[in-house]
């Protein structure tokens, strides 16, 4: 798989699963025995990425996945994208808002035989927060 697949493949994780709310994908995206490192005490393979991704279209009411820009190098892909919707269950320890908020995440992502073996995310925990947290005082 080329770097170019990589990055295609990468975009479609997140503009056509994530927006698109097309669960299929994962079959064709993801390897069977991938690892989803933000999820914690998970399964593993696969399913990580299915309960992942369904907590996000739980949390996130009209969520909207745009890459902004992607980086890669050999079997590695660094996206940058921005997440947006309104929230609608508890998320990073806030409690269900109802507020629209816009976060930017930095994630990396592994290839092997043309599929995702590997993810990761660093999402802009402290700018989401301040967008769906009630104001001091």
């Known amino acids: 798989m080329s770097v ?14 994530i927006t698109l709310r097309r669960p299929e994908l994962l079959d064709e995206l993801v390897a069977e025995d991938a690892v989803d490192e933000t999820v914690q005490g998970g ?14 279209w739980d949390t996130v009411e009209g969520v909207k996945a745009t890459v902004t820009d992607l980086v890669a190098e050999g079997d ?17 320890g806030a409690p269900p808002s109802g507020r629209h908020f816009i976060g930017s995440s930095i994630s990396w992502l592994t290839f092997r035989a043309e599929k ?3 993810y990761n995310v660093l999402p802009d925990r402290l700018g989401i927060l301040q967008q769906i947290s009630p104001a001091n005082g």
């Open 4 to 17: 170019e697949q990589n990055k295609e493949t990468a975009r479609r994780l997140y503009e056509e699963l």
């Open 43 to 56: 399964r593993g393979g696969r399913d990580d990425f299915r309960d992942h991704v369904q907590g996000v």
């Open 76 to 92: 590695r892909v660094v996206v940058f994208w921005r997440i947006e919707g309104v929230q609608r269950q508890p998320l990073f």
């Open 116 to 118: 995702i073996v590997r």
